[in-house]
């Protein structure tokens, strides 16, 4: 089956922009979760949505935000952006069934986006 | 928070055991513990899981401590290919990673 899909998979933006990028999970998967990663800060979780919802966040300003929609495909949203924000986003799927302990995630490639 | 710490690189010869260790003193008593590698640039690629018991599955063996306070990721005959950073994962959070160097 397909794996998970990020698009754009290459990005450049300029500082104050906003940017939107777009993960399609593997299917039946109803969970995606976002990271952030930097050579800086290493891997970072940004949020995650299930059935629409986030259902946990990470520790980043209100500039990052998501959404899910109802074929579980989701969406991360950087409003004005900052320099800093250069970084190799990465969206992981999983089965994020309620209640289930165990529930590996699957990653996609990443979306690289530089902000000039 | 969930809060793991990994060293930063190892090195291991090809053909030998590579043992890479996590401190994960925060986890839950329900919660898996996750490994995960990275090769560069690419999306991490689950290992393996585990909670209380050992585990072993093609890839690789995980032992966890009894007080489930820290595991060790096991490759039993690293190859060249096995160089990558290595992530602990407490419910939704990668450590720093621990960055594997086999050499020939």
């Known amino acids: 089956k397909a794996g998970v899909t990020q698009t754009p998979r290459y990005l450049i933006k300029t500082r104050g922009q906003q940017v939107t990028l777009s993960c399609s999970p593997i299917?039946?998967?109803?969970?995606v979760s976002w990271y952030q990663q930097t050579p800086g800060q290493g891997l970072q979780f940004l949020f995650e949505y299930f059935s629409e919802t986030q259902r946990n966040k990470g520790n980043f300003p209100g500039r990052f935000s998501g959404r899910q929609f109802s074929n579980s495909r989701s969406e991360m949203n950087v409003s004005t952006l900052e320099l800093g924000d250069s970084a190799l986003y990465l969206c992981?799927?999983?089965?994020?069934?309620?209640?289930?302990?165990?529930?590996?995630?699957?990653f996609g490639p990443g979306t690289r986006l530089t902000v000039t | 928070d969930a809060k793991t710490t990994q060293p930063t690189s190892m090195d291991c010869a090809e053909g030998r055991a590579a043992n890479l260790p996590c401190n994960h003193s925060?986890?839950?008593?329900?919660?898996?513990v996750y490994w995960y590698r990275q090769i560069h640039s690419q999306g991490p690629q689950y290992i393996i899981h585990?909670?209380?018991n050992n585990e072993t599955n093609e890839m690789a063996s995980l032992i966890i401590t009894e007080d489930r306070k820290s595991s060790t990721l096991i490759l039993p005959h690293a190859t060249l290919r096995d160089t990558a950073v290595y992530y602990c994962?407490?419910?939704?959070?990668f450590g720093t990673g621990t960055r594997l160097q086999v050499f020939p």
């Open positions: 994962v407490d419910k939704l959070i």
């Open positions: 299917s039946g998967h109803r969970s």
């Open positions: 925060t986890i839950s008593g329900n919660e898996y």
């Open positions: 992981a799927s999983s089965w994020g069934l309620a209640g289930a302990l165990v529930d590996e995630q699957y």
């Open positions: 585990g909670l209380k």
